[in-house]
T-cell receptor, first 115, second 115 residues
Framework: AQTVTQSQPEMSVQEAETVTLSCTYD???????LFWYKQPPSRQMILVIR??????QNATENRFSVNFQKAAKSFSLKISDSQLGDTAMYFC????????????FGRGTQLTVWP | DVKVTQSSRYLVKRTGEKVFLECVQD?????MFWYRQDPGLGLRLIYF???????EKGDIPEGYSVSREKKERFSLILESASTNQTSMYLC??????????????FGPGTRLTVL
């Protein structure tokens, strides 16, 4: 079974600062995908960023970027210039390159951005 | 944009009742999923379906069943609701793994309380 570990249940950051959320995973697969999802207080889960394991270049989406270390099986999310609207639960997820599309989720990190 | 809708945002039921949670997606996705979300436990997969009338057990299927009679609709059934099934239920859908990197699109969630 695949496991995804988020070791930080809660984190906080001041507005405009940078914060990094950690995620590690365990797999013997070579073809897989990694995701960060955000769940704000409204409860709607939204995809933040994704990374294909075969790509060496780290994915970036505006203020969000990842540090993908394949050998270490680490996939951290960096949020730059944090905004109040970034306050949410963040979930790291792992998906195998198969047609069934199942994802394995970590337990989440609650991020609070303070003014 | 993909839209995943769930029949209720909040639901209150009594112990022993049969409960139906409905999920509909409008993007012709093959894969559909039901998760339950509890504080500190993240998202746990209950059941998923990769085609009409097909279903696969997830990690916590006990006490639940599902139905997928049409491609766009995936129902979660609690045959006899119990208090330990009080939780947030999230539905998601995705295209097959050859496209969209297994990205899952989520509904807004149903918060179920069993009294």
């Amino acid at each position: 079974a695949q496991t995804v570990t988020q070791s930080q249940p809660e984190m906080s950051v001041q507005e405009a600062e940078t914060v990094t959320l950690s995620c590690t995973y365990d797999t013997s697969e070579n073809n897989y995908y990694l995701f960060w999802y955000k769940q704000p207080p409204s409860r709607q889960m939204i995809l933040v960023i994704r990374q294909e394991a075969y790509k060496q270049q780290n994915a970036t989406e505006n203020r969000f970027s990842v540090n993908f270390q394949k050998a270490a099986k680490s996939f951290s999310l960096k949020i730059s210039d944090s905004q109040l609207g970034d306050t949410a639960m963040y979930f790291c997820a792992f998906g195998r390159g198969s047609t069934l599309g199942r994802l394995y989720f970590g337990r989440g990190t609650q991020l609070t951005v303070w003014p | 944009d993909v839209k995943v809708t769930q029949s209720s945002r909040y639901l209150v039921k009594r112990t022993g009742e049969k409960v139906f949670l409905e999920c509909v997606q409008d993007m012709d996705h093959e894969n559909m999923f039901w998760y339950r979300q509890d504080p500190g436990l993240g998202l746990r997969l209950i059941y998923f379906s990769y085609d009409v009338k097909m279903k696969e057990k997830g990690d916590i299927p006990e006490g639940y069943s599902v139905s997928r009679e049409k491609k766009e609709r995936f129902s979660l059934i609690l045959e006899s609701a119990s208090t330990n099934q009080t939780s947030m239920y999230l539905c998601a859908s995705s295209a097959p793994g050859t496209s969209a990197y297994n990205e899952q699109f989520f509904g807004p969630g149903t918060r179920l309380t069993v009294l």
